[in-house]
């Protein structure tokens, strides 16, 4: 079973670190989107926690992202690739 | 150059939710200058402060930026001031970098990148107390050393650590009298690099920093409330309900206040004044007019008073994350939702506080639509008409009749800003989408002084822009109104051989079909000046003396020689018509362009002409043709 996911198609309480940053269904603004996750904090490595979402069509997402909280839409999210933690993955880190 | 010959210039630089303003308010206090950047309307807050060892040193407050990389107008300017490229704009001595010690994850990276730029430069680590409180460990020894910059700790709101910025900054100054010209080593970055600098800062972050022992939970349990899909959003709609009882019920004495106050000061003036031309110029014109512009300062302080303490208390950005997808449905970005909130009480703080978008298209899409909210300026407008044409009587037992039409009026504002938006977004800018992403930052009780001096500034804009934009404006519509003079015995009223009233009958024709008579239409003229001088100018051309006060007066005069069709067609074309030069002048500084404000023009004359002409023609139909009826 993956348990490698867009971070847009994330429930609340998924919990997850981040894999890749950029792909998805990014058009010609790839890298202008790409360079603003980033800067966002939104990095290969980070942490992060969906923790909750709007009332039309579940978007926007609220995260914690690290020690920080950050929103966006799940539009942008699918920009975002994240392997969520599985049952053990915290006792193994 | 030498600093001890000219004050030093220090900028202030930070993540947005910083507590930059509340440091930027530590130093300079009241003693502030805001003005624009030369060309761009990006706002320029400027103050002065003297050092412990008596230079006087000026401090400018850039808009916050996670980047130099810029996107908004804002941040562009940011990127600019600091690499010194703004024109008329000499670059900043010192680059004070101010950071939330709480959260320093983001902003390490942009002192790597600010690093970069080669100017002399000290770290702020803010909010250094709610950091110790929380038990986070900073080696700031180990930090000075890993990023190379002076650092000092300050808690602005307690206006500590003031005095050792300043005088890190002096030594900082007067060590780098030779400053790297140009721009240094920075370009902007590509992904890879913002990724090589985030590992940079994370690795800084390891060895300078230990994790908090009681990290900030509170932020989160407030979130599960506040960010709630329905809770949250049913305590938005309570916040909104109390901040318009607010703007309407608490400033309704104010506002009393200052009408009496231009009354009785107009009256002392006219008395000391022999009759004639300067005197009708200095009371009918200059006081009377700023006058009425004058009475919206209670509604903008007090809107401004919620605005600025949700904003400093961390709520702003919540309500956009609320709104986003719900505007969203109308093309508006979530963060269109305060310049529109705004626009409720007056459009010209709403347009403005749309600098905040980030997109041009966001931007214009909202400055376009702002103007449809209702502004309290039609209120007199509207209140006259309903008090003339609306009976006063309870519907379904217990709503009035006139409140229903009140919010009636609101709710078409709001409906067809929504609808306009929608159309721009599926016509002039179809399939792109800007995202939306932003910080929520942690909540923070506001710092009441920083708050009020905050306020304070909004309120002196407001006046400045009452004295140089409508102080002018009423001047003109003044010598339209006056000018010519009636011929030798003539009957009518004066205003009807001036100007405005040959514009008036001149236009006549093109209002008839919408109901309006030649006396509503000469009303109209003055009218461009602000929404409400329509009233005035409704009491001058029936002959009403001092129509705003005797209100009620004026409303049977018109009840009498208009038909409730007119009456109601009068009301449609308020909703829409862009009778409020200020705004137009500000959408037009706004843009930097005469093409958007013409658009807004031609699209708020063309829908309000729609408008009334629908209404007016239902209404005839359904038999509210009768005058005096």
Redesign the interface.
């Known amino acids: 079973m993956s348990n490698v996911i867009q971070l847009s198609e994330a429930r609340v309480g998924d919990r997850g670190v981040i894999t890749h940053?950029?792909g998805g269904r990014m058009g010609e603004h790839d890298?202008e989107?790409?360079?603003?996750?980033?800067?966002?904090?939104f990095?290969?490595?980070a942490q992060v926690h969906l923790?909750?979402?709007?009332?039309?069509?579940r978007?926007?997402i609220?995260l914690r992202v690290?020690?920080?909280?950050?929103?966006?839409?799940r539009?942008?999210a699918a920009n975002l690739t994240i392997q969520l933690n599985g049952p053990f993955a915290e006792a193994a880190e | 150059m030498d600093i001890a010959v000219r004050p030093a210039r220090l900028a202030l630089v930070g993540n947005p939710n910083s507590g930059k303003t509340a440091l930027f308010n530590a130093l300079t206090g009241a003693h502030q200058k805001v003005a624009n950047y030369a060309g761009v309307t990006v706002e320029r807050k400027e103050g002065l402060v003297r050092s412990a060892s008596g230079r006087t040193l000026s401090v400018l407050d850039l808009p916050g930026t996670y980047s130099l990389r810029a996107r908004s107008p804002d941040e562009a300017v940011t990127r600019d001031a600091v690499l010194g490229r703004l024109a008329g704009e000499s670059p900043p001595d010192v680059v004070v970098c101010v950071a939330d010690a709480t959260n320093l994850r983001l902003v390490l990276r942009l002192v790597l990148e600010l690093k970069a730029v080669g100017r002399p430069m000290v770290l702020a680590l803010n909010m250094y107390d709610i950091a110790q409180r929380q038990g986070l460990r900073i080696d700031l020894d180990r930090l000075r050393g890993a990023l190379g910059v002076p650092i000092v700790t300050t808690v602005a709101t307690r206006k500590r650590g003031i005095a050792d910025l300043l005088a890190e900054v002096e030594t900082v100054a007067l060590a780098g009298t030779v400053l790297p010209q140009g721009e240094g080593a920075w370009h902007e970055p590509d992904a890879n690099e913002i990724r090589a600098a985030h590992r940079d800062a994370e690795r800084i972050m390891r060895t300078c920093v230990r994790p908090p022992e009681r990290p900030d939970t509170l932020t989160g349990k407030i979130d599960t409330l506040l960010l709630h899909p329905v809770a949250g959003l049913l305590i938005l709609l309570g916040l909104l309900f109390v901040m318009f009882q607010a703007v309407f019920a608490w400033a309704a004495p104010a506002m009393d206040g200052i009408d009496a106050g231009f009354a009785l000061f107009g009256g002392v003036v006219a008395g000391f004044m022999p009759d004639g031309l300067l005197e009708s110029l200095i009371v009918d014109g200059m006081i009377a007019g700023v006058g009425s512009v004058i009475i919206f300062l209670p509604q903008i302080v007090i809107l401004f008073a919620f605005i600025i303490l949700l904003e400093d208390f961390g709520y702003m950005a919540r309500a956009a994350f609320l709104m986003d997808r719900i505007m969203g449905g109308a093309g508006l970005h979530g963060r269109a939702f305060i310049p529109l909130l705004s626009s409720f009480a007056c459009a010209i703080p709403g347009i403005m506080a749309a600098r905040t978008i980030d997109s041009r298209q966001d931007r214009l899409t909202t400055i376009m639509v702002a103007p449809l909210m209702t502004c309290s300026a039609r209120i007199p407008v509207y209140t006259l008409i309903i008090a003339a044409f609306i009976p006063n009587e309870t519907v379904w037992g217990f709503a009035s009749l006139q409140g229903l039409v009140m919010f009636g009026l609101y709710a078409a504002g709001i409906v067809s800003a929504l609808t306009v938006s929608f159309v721009i977004r599926r016509v002039f800018w179809r399939g792109q989408v800007e995202p939306f992403m932003m910080e929520l930052p942690a909540y923070k009780l506001p710092d009441a002084k920083s708050v009020l001096i905050n306020l304070w500034l909004r309120a002196k804009i407001f006046l400045m822009r009452a004295g140089k934009i409508i102080l002018p404006l009423m001047i003109l519509v003044w010598l339209a109104s006056t000018f010519p003079y009636p011929p030798a015995g003539a009957t009518g009223q004066p205003i009807e051989y001036s100007l405005a009233g040959m514009i008036g009958r001149a236009l006549e024709p093109i209002f008839a079909p919408i109901g309006f008579n030649w006396q509503m239409v000469i009303a109209l003229v003055p009218g461009m000046a602000a929404r409400e001088v329509a009233v005035a100018a409704l009491g001058t051309v029936y002959a009403v003396s001092d129509a705003e006060t005797a209100m009620s007066g004026l409303a049977a005069v018109l009840s009498a020689q208009w038909s409730l069709a007119t009456g109601l067609a009068f009301l449609a074309w308020y909703v829409f018509a862009p009778q409020c030069v200020p705004t137009l002048a500000v959408v037009k500084r706004e843009t930097n362009s005469w093409k958007w404000m013409t658009i807004m023009i031609v699209y708020m004359f063309g829908l309000a002409y729609l408008g009334a002409f629908v209404t007016y023609r239902v209404a005839l139909a359904l038999g509210g043709g009768n005058v005096g009826g």
């Open positions: 940053v950029g890298s989107l790409e360079r603003r996750l980033l800067e966002l904090g990095v290969e490595g923790i909750h979402q709007g009332i039309v069509r978007d926007p609220a690290d020690d920080m909280t950050v929103a966006l839409r539009r942008e």
